[in-house]
């Protein structure tokens, strides 16, 4: 008898990396979250430092040609002063931006978690406003972080001085909140990245505890993955969470330098730890500086550079394809899911 089998697998390609470390242009500075939009269109928001305040800003770049496009939010510093003082609140600016969504018209949504608001732009760069103020009473924020937009356009900010998720429309009036300082189910110590998956359900990177939170779009707790250490399936300050549209979970497990990959029940399926390559703005820079180029040949110890060096924040696209926030090393690590499936007939022999 010839029985039809479909034998399903992953693995995980390296592919390209985007960025280099600059203030302004082909580069990001400190990057802390990524968003794809329509066309292959890349989101980086870079937090920069302090003293470089015209480098906090949100760089626009194609995916697979690496285009840059532009920049959107340092509200018309570039060239200004470079000492950030925590003050502004210009329309436009970002301090210490945090996370970024797209919601079904292309805008932008990003979490500043100095100045406690969302600020909004659409996807060519005009502002289009701002909600939120300090506090721990309805509709306010202490340091949010985490930004997620559902199917419906209704906007889960982890607010996470207040240990609490809060979920708004898209015009900033909450809707309603969910959770509380502590180590138990459903509670949250200084809660950090977010996600939804395609059923709506939503996952929380609940940083101090080490451990990804699951809950429905109520707010009612699901599970719970993960531990303190090092092995596979503990972590070491989770920052970032995101779902594929099979079910499959990439953790940003931060002080471990590694992203850790589940299935849908939170089985352990592997983990990457970085391949980088020379990226292309790189390759550009290093061949207008030959001196530069001459430096890194003699240089002892170049190959740790392909490696994370604090992974912050993660994205899965539709076309399976997984982007790593490089943080510390300024650039985006991106790798592709691919999916052997074998269909055919099998007769009892070996596969």
Known sequence: MTTQYRVHGATFRYTHTIGRGEEAGTGFKNPVAVAIGADDVMYVVSRSYDYRADAKRITVCTVRDQDYIGEIGNAG???????????????????????????????????????????????????????GSNGSGDGQFDKPSGLAIDKEDNIFIVDTGNNRIQKYSKDGKMLSQWGEFGTNEGQ???????????????????????????????????????????????????????????????????????????????????????????????????????????????????????????????????????????????RVQIYRKIDPTFVGLYDGGRL
């Open 77 to 131: 510093r570039l060239g200004g002063d470079m000492m950030d003082v925590g003050e502004s609140e210009i329309d436009g600016s970002l301090i210490w931006p945090t996370a970024i969504d797209l919601d079904s018209d292309g805008n932008l949504y990003v979490t500043d978690e100095w100045l406690n608001r969302v600020a909004i732009f659409s996807s060519d760069g005009d502002w289009l406003g701002s909600w």
């Open 188 to 330: 949250f110590d200084m809660p950090w990245g977010i996600t939804i998956d395609s059923e709506g359900d939503i996952y929380i990177a609940d940083w101090r505890n080490d451990r990804i939170q699951k809950f429905d779009s109520s707010g009612n707790f699901i599970s719970s993955l993960g531990s303190s250490g090092d092995k596979e399936g503990e972590f070491n300050r989770p920052t970032d969470i995101a779902v594929d549209k099979e079910g499959l979970q990439y953790v940003a497990d931060w002080d471990n330098d590694r992203i850790q990959i589940f299935d849908q029940h939170g089985a352990f399926i592997t983990m990457l730890t970085g391949d980088a390559t020379l990226s292309k703005w790189a390759e550009t820079k290093l061949d207008a500086n030959p001196d530069m180029r001459l430096q890194r040949e003699i240089a002892q110890g170049l190959e740790r550079e392909r490696l994370f060096r604090g992974p912050i924040g993660i994205e899965v696209d539709d076309e399976n394809r997984i982007f790593v926030v490089d943080s510390q090393r300024n």
